[in-house]
Nanobody
Framework: QLQLVESGGGLVQPGGSLRLTCAAS????????VGWFRQAPGKEREGVSC????????YYADSVSGRFTISRDNAKSMVYLQMNSLKAEDTAVYFC??????????????????WGQGTQVTVSS
């Protein structure tokens, strides 16, 4: 049974950094496309970043491009989201998700099959 657990969220001041971790049990994350999504209060969940399984290509939402970096450690079956220069508008619950079929990832929620429970990120002074 594939299970995903996010960690690394917390409270940070504007301009600060956090690194989120997505850990998998039951599978090797290196075999799958993995995405990070977020949902702010009162808003729909949106794609933030993803990493492909075939060529390790990465994609970012325009709102985080240049500030966030996605990476993976296949040996540990973990995917990371390094978030720098955080802004108040980055406040949300962040989820990681795995697609069983995608090779080149996309930031489309419905293409992902397994989801973690999420980790809260709050950016506030």
């Amino acid at each position: 049974q594939l299970q995903l657990v996010e960690s690394g969220g917390g409270l940070v001041q504007p301009g600060g950094s956090l690194r989120l971790t997505c850990a998998a049990s039951g599978v090797s994350l290196g075999d799958y496309a993995v995405g990070w999504f977020r949902q702010a209060p009162g808003k729909e969940r949106e794609g933030v970043s993803c990493i492909s399984s075939n060529d390790e290509s990465t994609y970012y939402a325009d709102s985080v491009s240049g500030r966030f970096t996605i990476s993976r450690d296949n040996a540990k079956s973990m995917v990371y989201l390094q978030m720098n220069s955080l802004k108040a508008e980055d406040t949300a619950v962040y989820f990681c998700a795995v697609s069983l079929l995608l090779r080149r990832c996309v930031l489309t929620e419905r293409r992902y099959d397994y989801w973690g429970q999420g980790t809260q990120v709050t950016v506030s002074s």
